[in-house]
């Protein structure tokens, strides 16, 4: 008997040292673990501006990188045209109504934001075995109870508020003069270093730490937020465009530059085949007058940030996952970014009560090729300016548009267009169709009722 058991432990041995050497072995189990997912959020890009999207002018090679490798959405929206309320939908798979923050959070330290009840991606796929991190831009409260670690993150670097200036790291838009850098709920100093390189070499360790289990990464870029500040090499790159653009385009290339080497780092760790990397910007372009007034392009669609015209909600998004995904695929169904929060459950085999989201799952519209999931999306900035988008028809509640590409008539307080047949949104036909604005107009109060303030 003993004969026999030291013949199954030194058989057994052999096995197990074989697993160890064999790397086909260690790559199957590797994509037998749930995978990995990153979500890389930028601020303020402008519909079309990167390469995959059609931008001329600008040279973003990691992003069409991401589009070549996976799956690129024409019709994808924010559920905002301001970043607060973006990144609410984001983290909850709400409209950021139901999220409990419809506007932006506030600047100051101690103010609280997204409510603490609300449910964020990080605490759901913590709960099932991932390590979380953010890294980057927050804005979705400066409260104890309210920043990344009480949130569902086990690991947090970056700045609370809005916007920071990437040397100093200080806040200079509002009130007093307030440095805003943190790790893990205390403050650093970290003075004359490049915030975007910083968050590179952040996440860079965040990641090599954690490829041996599961993690889920928010690496929320600030960039081309103001201030432009754009790294030597790519404002020399672009000198010779005009201004605003040259300023937002050396932005654009140094965002673009910093994903190319988070994805070289998955290569690197051999990780890349079975992490999910999904890319969107939170929004329009701004034509604030602290980004020189312009500077992005949202192509043929007018608007821009805090506009409900396609220019302001419409946004270029990917998602990419080499091992399990189609690749160099683009889908023209109308996609939200609510959708991510149910979709990633999905693809990480997470079980969830659809009842929890207004989000729905991209799965089938990637897999089968299955129309949108969304009959009907709202959008909401106040009681009198909002959105509904029903099939290709779009009511507006008294619009506005920064990128003033078309004047806006005033008495106008209901802006009705299709879509398809106009995606330029450049003729109201409110008056043409009354039924079809009582229609959408039903379809928001109905909605508006339903939310729970």
Same mark, same amino acid.
């Given at each position: 008997?003993?004969?026999?058991?030291?013949?199954?432990?030194?058989?057994?041995?052999?096995?197990?040292?074989?697993?160890?050497?064999?790397?086909?072995?260690?790559?199957?189990?590797?994509?037998?673990?749930?995978?990995?997912?990153?979500?890389?959020?930028?601020?303020?890009?402008?519909?079309?501006?990167?390469?995959?999207?059609?931008?001329?002018?600008?040279?973003?090679?990691?992003?069409?990188?991401?589009?070549?490798?996976?799956?690129?959405?024409?019709?994808?929206?924010?559920?905002?045209?301001?970043?607060?309320?973006?990144?609410?939908?984001?983290?909850?798979?709400?409209?950021?109504?139901?999220?409990?923050?419809?506007?932006?959070?506030?600047?100051?330290?101690?103010?609280?934001?997204?409510?603490?009840?609300?449910?964020?991606?990080?605490?759901?796929?913590?709960?099932?075995?991932?390590?979380?991190?953010?890294?980057?831009?927050?804005?979705?409260?400066?409260?104890?109870?309210?920043?990344?670690?009480?949130?569902?993150?086990?690991?947090?670097?970056?700045?609370?508020?809005?916007?920071?200036?990437?040397?100093?790291?200080?806040?200079?838009?509002?009130?007093?003069?307030?440095?805003?850098?943190?790790? +893990?709920?205390?403050?650093?100093?970290?003075?004359?270093?490049?915030?975007?390189?910083?968050?590179?070499?952040?996440?860079?360790?965040? &990641?090599? @730490?954690?490829?041996?289990?599961?993690?889920?990464?928010?690496?929320?870029?600030?960039?081309?937020?103001?201030?432009?500040?754009?790294?030597?090499?790519?404002?020399?790159?672009?000198?010779?465009?005009?201004?605003?653009?040259?300023?937002?385009?050396?932005?654009?290339?140094?965002?673009?530059?910093?994903?190319?080497?988070?994805?070289?780092?998955?290569?690197?760790?051999?990780?890349?085949?079975?992490?999910?990397?999904?890319?969107?910007?939170?929004?329009?372009?701004?034509?604030?007058?602290?980004?020189?007034?312009?500077?992005?392009?949202?192509?043929?669609?007018?608007?821009?940030?805090?506009?409900?015209?396609?220019?302001?909600?419409?946004?270029?998004?990917?998602?990419?996952?080499?091992?399990?995904?189609?690749?160099?695929?683009?889908?023209?169904?109308?996609?939200?970014?609510?959708?991510?929060?149910?979709?990633?459950?999905?693809?990480?085999? &997470?079980?969830?009560?659809?009842?929890?989201?207004?989000?729905?799952?991209?799965?089938?519209?990637?897999?089968?090729?299955?129309?949108?999931?969304?009959?009907?999306?709202?959008?909401?900035?106040?009681?009198?300016?909002?959105?509904?988008?029903?099939?290709?028809?779009?009511?507006?509640?008294?619009?506005?548009?920064?990128?003033?590409?078309?004047?806006? @008539?005033?008495?106008?307080?209901?802006?009705?267009?299709?879509?398809? +047949?106009?995606?330029?949104?450049?003729?109201?036909?409110?008056?043409?169709?009354?039924?079809?604005?009582?229609?959408?107009?039903?379809?928001?109060?109905?909605?508006?009722?339903?939310?729970?303030?």
């Amino acid at each position: 008997m003993k004969s026999k058991s030291k013949i199954i432990k030194r058989a057994v041995g052999i096995l197990i040292l074989i697993y160890a050497l064999n790397p086909a072995i260690t790559t199957a189990q590797k994509l037998a673990v749930k995978p990995n997912v990153i979500i890389i959020y930028t601020d303020d890009q402008g519909t079309i501006d990167a390469n995959c999207y059609g931008a001329k002018d600008l040279y973003t090679p990691n992003i069409d990188r991401l589009a070549n490798s996976g799956v690129l959405f024409t019709q994808f929206y924010a559920a905002a045209a301001i970043c607060s309320a973006s990144r609410a939908a984001l983290l909850t798979g709400k409209t950021p109504l139901n999220a409990g923050l419809p506007g932006n959070a506030s600047a100051i330290r101690g103010e609280a934001g997204l409510p603490t009840e609300q449910i964020t991606i990080a605490e759901t796929l913590k709960k099932n075995g991932y390590k979380t991190g953010h890294i980057g831009k927050w804005h979705l409260g400066y409260s104890d109870k309210t920043m990344p670690l009480a949130q569902g993150f086990d690991y947090s670097f970056g700045h609370m508020s809005g916007c920071i200036d990437n040397y100093s790291h200080f806040f200079y838009w509002e009130g007093a003069n307030r440095h805003d850098l943190w790790e +893990n709920g205390k403050e650093v100093w970290m003075e004359g270093e490049y915030f975007p390189d910083v968050m590179a070499s952040k996440a860079e360790k965040f &990641i090599t @730490e954690n490829k041996d289990k599961s993690f889920f990464l928010y690496y929320a870029l600030n960039l081309p937020h103001y201030p432009l500040q754009a790294t030597k090499k790519w404002r020399e790159y672009y000198k010779n465009l005009e201004s605003p653009r040259d300023k937002y385009a050396a932005c654009i290339s140094t965002l673009d530059e910093r994903i190319g080497l988070l994805l070289d780092k998955l290569d690197e760790l051999k990780i890349r085949e079975n992490t999910i990397v999904i890319f969107q910007s939170d929004h329009g372009h701004s034509m604030e007058q602290r980004t020189f007034s312009g500077g992005g392009n949202s192509g043929i669609y007018r608007g821009a940030k805090f506009s409900f015209f396609e220019g302001g909600i419409r946004v270029p998004a990917i998602i990419s996952w080499p091992s399990k995904m189609p690749k160099n695929q683009v889908i023209e169904e109308m996609a939200v970014n609510a959708d991510w929060f149910p979709s990633i459950l999905d693809l990480c085999k &997470i079980g969830y009560d659809k009842d929890d989201f207004e989000g729905k799952s991209l799965v089938d519209v990637i897999y089968k090729k299955k129309k949108s999931p969304h009959e009907v999306f709202w959008w909401y900035d106040n009681a009198n300016r909002w959105a509904v988008r029903k099939g290709d028809w779009k009511l507006l509640k008294n619009p506005i548009d920064p990128s003033q590409k078309i004047p806006i @008539e005033t008495i106008n307080s209901f802006y009705l267009v299709n879509i398809r +047949n106009n995606p330029t949104e450049s003729e109201n036909l409110a008056a043409k169709y009354p039924e079809k604005v009582e229609e959408l107009n039903n379809e928001f109060n109905n909605w508006n009722k339903s939310v729970k303030k």
